[in-house]
DNA sequence: CAGAGCCATAGATAGGATCTATGAGATGAC
DNA sequence: GTCATCTCATAGATCCTATCTATGGCTCTG
């Protein structure tokens, strides 16, 4: 009984942890089903069931509790010598980090992202480049962009990438113009901002399309930005993300947020990197601390 | 910097006990080029050089002797923790095992595996299958067959091979008829016994017909078995591997070596066994045992 | 009961570990 | 100085396993 691969140890200390192949997945920045099939081959190796379900619970075996101890130590010792050969020390960081997001990116993600930097104590100098879907990509593989969060999914083996949220859609208005409670007539007789879908939000659009809203559309802006405050100063409405609006509510406290009365369609917003091997500790440092700003809770309504 | 293989942390550290590439494929069971491959991609991996030729010794670099301790402590933790959840106990072990020899392999190498055995106090009835070299994969993937040692090569993906050491030739006669000093004309006038090649030695027969010695053979036997009890009571002489001249000289003192004139040839001496994943602890252990046993220096002369 | 959350499995794929083959450099004996 | 042997490095081919997407079954909650 010989192990080879490091990240199944790293599983397996992650699961005892978190009682959760989901969570582990979560944390570990890998699949489910990943997760699960590192699961059957440590089970197929020590001969033990080691988690048992009971119910959303995964209880570890008296195994997996005999286990844990020594290999979660050993791990701490090998991550700790080889990370220790190399550790970066973000405290004082004061080079230059560049982050792609769309423009409503900026507004909702880089609030909480300059908190986290300013929370430990980091100085970098963040350059944000306004994304446009297309661009992703080659920036990130020619390492003029650092990082990118957006909702184009970009499906290339060149990146590395991970799931940091989905996206919801909700109808937002003026309260001096309130929308009716949510139902198939509710927008009967109401005018519409249309924003462009550029920024990789699709479903507004192919909603009025679909809907037959278009023809009800008295305004089309390329971005979010300055919807808010045409929205308080008007009867129009807009169909946006469920986070962008809590945004804008916070911002306009007279602005009220609508369910929408199609079952809901979500989109997930990624985060990008160049692959492990080329990214440099600051980097790596980087889209950890992005990871962890961009995914609390806070952002979940 | 993230370590994913568990075996290249085991390369480095067995690297810098051994001092040697070579010496840490053979402890490691596997090519020297994958040794040699493991220490480019630690170096990338660490930013080191962590090894420096100089000469044929590979010295450690600081930076590796700074990360030796605690990798080869962390090790030894995991392999601990996870061979103690299923360690295999040899002492009483009574199961039966096949080990798959050539004649002339029972009787070189059957004695130290027995003392081996001996030595740990395991107990299993040992079956001994004498090996034509055409039916080595076939036992040995169904099963009949648990190990094999045979100089004859089997190339297949199927079976796992490591090296067990290199055979040199040798002549041999009896001291009231020796042959006189090594040259070219040391076999004027003297008779050969000829011992069939289908034990894998094709090397003495190639010999004597590339020498013209073929019209000098008077005997032709089909084992090497009986071999020494002729030669003391004739003059013939008979080519042979260095370590079988070695134990019939041990039984026959009045038998003597010869170096032969020409360059010499080595055939090499394999070990097969199925390949890792199809193996029982028993097995394993097996395995172990038997290579350490013939591959001691106690057969080099 | 329906929807959401959770885990398991099938099939495809890519990358890295490992091998064989080869060559360059170092060492030691003659 | 030459040659044989030993040692390490690299190229190219291959295979195996970790990882992904897709799918489905089970559990929990409102």
Chains 1, 2 share one sequence.
Request: proline share 6%.
């Amino acid at each position: 009984m010989t192990f080879t691969d490091l990240n199944q140890l790293r599983t397996f200390v992650t699961l005892y942890e978190l009682r959760s192949v989901t969570g582990a997945a979560r944390r570990l920045h890998v699949t489910q089903p990943t997760v699960s099939y590192s699961l059957k081959r440590l089970r197929e190796r020590f001969g033990d069931e080691l988690f048992r379900r009971e119910g959303n619970d995964m209880v570890p075996t008296a195994k997996a509790t005999q286990l844990f101890g020594p290999l979660h130590n050993a791990l701490a010792q090998i991550d700790a010598t080889v990370m220790g050969s190399d550790v970066f020390e973000p405290t004082g960081f004061s080079g230059e980090l560049v982050l792609g997001l769309t423009s409503i990116g900026e507004q909702t993600f880089l609030p909480p992202i300059m908190t986290a930097l300013g929370r430990v104590g980091a100085d970098p100098r963040i350059q944000v480049e306004r994304l446009d879907s297309d661009e992703v990509e080659g920036g990130l593989i020619r390492g003029t962009i650092d990082l990118a969060l957006t909702v184009s999914r970009i499906s290339t083996p060149r990146l590395w990438r991970t799931h940091v949220r989905s996206v919801e859609y909700v109808a937002l208005s003026s309260g001096s113009h309130p929308l009716p409670a949510t139902g198939p007539d509710m927008f009967e007789g109401r005018r519409f901002v249309r924003v462009s879908a550029r920024g990789g939000h699709v479903y507004p659009v192919q909603a009025l399309t679909e809907h037959d809203l278009m023809s009800q559309v008295v305004l089309t802006m390329e971005e979010y930005g300055t919807v808010p405050a045409v929205l308080e100063a008007t009867d129009l409405v807009v169909l946006l993300p469920r986070h962008v609006a809590g945004v804008f509510c916070g911002w306009f406290p007279g602005l009220r947020i609508a369910e929408l009365p199609w079952s809901g369609q979500s989109t997930p917003v990624e985060l990008y990197t160049r692959r492990e091997a080329s990214l440099s500790q600051a980097q790596r440092w980087f889209r950890s601390l992005v990871l962890d700003a961009v995914a609390a809770d806070e952002y979940r309504s």
